[in-house]
């Protein structure tokens, strides 16, 4: 199983990105996907998680209403749209997956595949 996170960069605050992670290796539809981010110095926190059957979307308070998970599971990618960009959304992000998903989707730990992780970096 791989992922690959793509998709970061340099935006202004305000700006918007889109964040892909392509995975292989197994059927996406049957996993539960999530984002994290890594701020420098700090820890890996919680973004957003969709369950595998698509019906329950999760996401921290401090991006509910700018960030939006979705998947296609047809080309194996899930997506992570970000607008209303802050300087406090910089932070490296990386996608995670996990077959059926836990309780517990806002746990690093409940993931078991991740990806490599794309910079982010919004400028003020």
């Known amino acids: 199983v791989q992922l690959q996170a793509s998709g970061g960069g340099l935006v202004q605050a305000g700006g918007s990105l889109r964040l892909s992670c392509a995975a292989s290796?197994?059927?996406?539809?049957?996993?539960?996907i999530a984002w994290f981010r890594q701020a420098p110095g700090k820890e890996r926190e919680f973004v957003t998680a969709?369950?595998?059957?698509?019906?329950?979307?999760y996401y921290a308070e401090s991006v509910k209403g700018r960030f939006t998970i979705s998947r296609d599971n047809a080309k194996s990618t899930f997506y992570l749209e970000m607008s209303s960009l802050k300087p406090e959304d910089t932070a490296a992000y990386y996608c995670?997956?996990?077959?059926?998903?836990?309780?517990?989707?806002?746990?690093?730990?409940?993931?078991?595949?991740w990806g490599q992780g794309t910079q982010v970096t919004v400028s003020s």
């Open positions: 995670a997956a996990d077959l059926y998903g836990s309780a517990f989707y806002s746990r690093a730990s409940s993931y078991a595949y």
């Open positions: 290796g197994l059927t996406l539809r049957n996993y539960s």
């Open positions: 969709l369950k595998w059957h698509g019906r329950r979307k």
